[in-house]
């Protein structure tokens, strides 16, 4: 495990973007998984300026980890729209070679199905996460358990709180989602994940020092071969630097 500390998510997002585009350059089709939130946009903007400077992303394959369910891609708050909007648009990744799950199949069970065959189809070069205040990588939740493959989950109550700020109301944030599962995310070749501000501090410490426990998902991540932990200061308060 690797732990990188900046002043700032936005001197964070550039050592990302650049781990990136050693993938973009030197793999003839990349697979990028990629992940939303505000977390991410400091890195989306750093891509979209290489891309400005002459990174040629049409060669890309992105898988995301997420959408929700019920959301038309239409919506401003669904991920189809938010990747879109942040990234997407301004890189030039042909359409056909997006992926993003889609929250409003008609058979739930069989879009999972299809998502998790594109996984095995595409595997992951580098994948990018963020992380719930509750633990959560991708929407996979604190459980008992932990599903391996894309799977259809219920949003902790915790989730729904801090997922409402980018609604109206509490009461418009959708209650599912799909996810890609966790072994899917173990199976990436490379995994970097990104976490800024103080409310990030407590849990960034547990996934990094505490045991690996099914109630703080990305605590899994200390048995991956090569993850990133990419703090500003504020996330990176309780972490103990040392040899990483």
Known sequence: MKIRVFDTPEQAGLYAASLIERIVLEIPQPVLGLATGSTVIPLYQELIRLHRCGLDFSHVVTINLDE???LPASHPQSYHHFMQTHLFSHIQVPLSQIHIPNGNAEDLEAECEAYDDLLRRHPIDLQILGIGINGHIGFNE????LVSRTHVVQLSEQTIRSNARFFQNEAEVPRQAIT???QAILQARQIVLLAFGP???QIVAQAIHGEVRTDVPASILQLHRDVTFVLDQES???????NT
Do not use: C, Q, S, T
């Open 142 to 145: 604190p459980d008992d358990l």
């Open 199 to 201: 409310e990030k501090a």
């Open 68 to 70: 929700y369910i019920g």
């Open 236 to 242: 990176a308060r309780e972490v103990r630097l040392g």
């Open 180 to 182: 890609m599962g966790v």
